[in-house]
């Protein structure tokens, strides 16, 4: 069974999340944020369902400290209250939904559910992410090719992050390395595959200039467009948009 990880600020809580979901999860409980944090370093858990008012040490807090371990797995943030610079800051960690209190028992349990569904979709959209710039002929195992991955998968979740202010800086968090680095590596994984191009392929997806043939993309234009494809693929194959919310 997955490991589920249930944060959460109240006894009765954890006992009755055991209670719905010990069938479908290997259920591991706490109220405390010091216990979660050494929790999430022994148990490396499939799921995590996080409270941001635990007691000793934060829910944000436990949630940062999973991202920095690189923990990338479905997670649900509840609380009585989240602030605009809360949703931010869930959705930069990737938190995949948020849940206000109180909230029946039932619904947490169908919400982390329905994160199966989402875990599946993620891996698909990977998936076609790779196949695209193979197609493409974007060289592996580059700086680029890593970070160009990364920029779309950021990108399919929200398409209008500002580039220079918001998707390098993050792209670079995740990729260890600098926004610059980062916009300089893409842009050259881009051009070398731009020259090299099958200009047949390349005509699916991009533009034909004046002179008759495909115009170099920005790294902008090129990210932009695949994602816009894998979405739009997405919609004729009736597959549900899953992102963050706060109810």
């Known amino acids: 069974m997955k490991i589920l990880l249930a944060a959460v600020s109240s006894q009765p809580m ?24 050494c929790a999430l370093h022994t148990l490396q858990p499939d799921m995590m369902l996080v409270d941001l008012m635990l007691s000793s040490v934060d829910g944000l807090t436990v949630l940062q400290a999973a991202w920095d371990m690189g923990l990338r797995i479905p997670t649900v943030a509840v609380s009585t209250h989240f602030s605009p610079y809360i949703i931010s800051a869930l959705e930069n ?17 169908a919400t982390l559910h329905s994160l199966q569904m ?32 990364t920029a779309m998968q950021l990108l399919l979740d929200n398409p209008n992050r500002k580039f ?16 610059t680095q980062v916009e300089k590596s893409i842009r050259h994984c881009i051009e070398a595959a731009w020259k090299n191009r099958n200009e047949q392929i390349w005509r699916i997806y991009f533009k034909v200039g004046k002179n008759g043939t495909v115009a170099k993309p920005t790294n902008a234009d090129f990210l932009l467009r ?17 992102s963050s919310e706060a109810m």
């Open 93 to 109: 960690l990737k938190v995949c939904r948020l849940i206000r209190l109180p909230c029946e028992t039932i619904h947490i349990a």
């Open 118 to 149: 989402y875990q599946s979709y993620e891996k698909m959209e990977e998936r076609r992410i790779r196949e695209l710039l193979a197609m493409l002929g974007l060289s592996l195992n580059t700086t680029g090719y890593r970070a160009s991955v």
């Open 14 to 37: 954890a006992d009755a999340l055991t209670e719905a979901l010990s069938r479908q999860y290997t259920v591991i409980t706490c109220t405390d944020g010091q216990d979660a944090l």
């Open 164 to 179: 220079t202010g918001e998707l390098y800086p993050l792209v670079a968090q995740m990729c260890n390395g600098t926004p």
């Open 226 to 242: 695949l994602v816009w494809q894998i979405l739009q693929e997405k919609e004729d194959c009736g597959l549900p948009e899953i």
